[in-house]
């Protein structure tokens, strides 16, 4: 994990709230993917990012989810009018353009009320 | 559905038994990915397998990759208390038009001093 930061590690919010989550890989990375994963299971697969473009977001709910990845700064995941089953931890993971390997970041967890 | 499943889902052994957790998948994949991941943590690489037989061995830990690039396993020897935390099996399939990247549904060992 090494690397790979996330913030917040933890969020609360109210349902109806803006959720903003993020994250900045490592060094020399250039693609991004975002995950969620819900208490004892595995991760699934959100979206997938590369620096100014969104190359598949088939995995994110077409509705009050976005993410970005700009030229400068972290990738920002963005979840609006939060809903209690928006409760989950959010990973991304970095990876160079090319090679198999993905590196996590240590989550964010987020908790709407 | 789930595209890689995993069994079992939980593993509660003592200290010193020896363990195989499985992944196996109807589709056919370029290569599988064994990550584990701990409380409150991102999934870590522990190795990817990329030819059909392939053998890797990490220690205690031994990964075989099917023949036919369908299914996995994980076997550990003599396993310790630091074994501990959930497995997951990942990769992408080599029918996939898109960048999807898949996790399986994680095996829960629990490693008893």
């Known amino acids: 994990n090494a690397g790979v930061m996330q913030n917040p590690r933890h969020l609360v919010r109210r349902r109806g709230q803006e959720a903003r989550l993020r994250c900045s890989p490592m060094?020399?990375?250039?693609?991004v993917y975002w995950y969620r994963q819900l208490p004892e299971e595995g991760l699934k697969f959100m979206v997938y990012?590369?620096?100014?473009?969104?190359?598949?977001e088939s995995g994110m709910p077409k509705e009050r989810f976005s993410a970005e990845f700009p030229k400068e700064g972290p990738s920002i995941l963005r979840i609006q009018q939060v809903v209690r089953g928006d409760s989950a931890a959010y990973f991304c993971?970095?990876?160079?353009?090319?090679?198999?390997?993905?590196?996590f970041g240590p989550g964010t967890r987020l908790t709407v009320t | 559905t789930q595209l890689l499943e995993q069994s079992p889902q939980f593993l509660s052994i003592q200290e010193g038994e020896n363990l195989t957790v499985y992944c196996n998948s109807s589709?056919?994949?370029?290569?599988l990915q064994w990550y584990r991941q701990e409380p409150g943590e991102g999934p870590v690489l522990l190795v990817t397998?990329?030819?059909?037989?392939e053998v890797k061995k990490l220690k205690r830990l031994t990964f075989q990759f099917g023949d036919a690039r369908k299914d996995s396993s994980l076997h550990i020897t003599a396993a310790q208390p630091g074994d501990t935390g959930l497995y997951l099996c990942?990769?992408?399939?080599?029918?996939?038009?898109?960048?999807?990247?898949?996790f399986g549904t994680g095996t829960s060992l629990t490693v008893i001093p």
């Open positions: 397998v990329v030819t059909g037989g």
């Open positions: 993971a970095s990876f160079r353009s090319s090679g198999y390997e993905q590196y």
């Open positions: 990942a990769g992408a399939p080599s029918s996939n038009t898109g960048n999807q990247f898949y």
């Open positions: 990012l590369q620096k100014e473009n969104i190359i598949d």
């Open positions: 060094k020399g990375h250039s693609h």
């Open positions: 589709s056919v994949f370029s290569s």
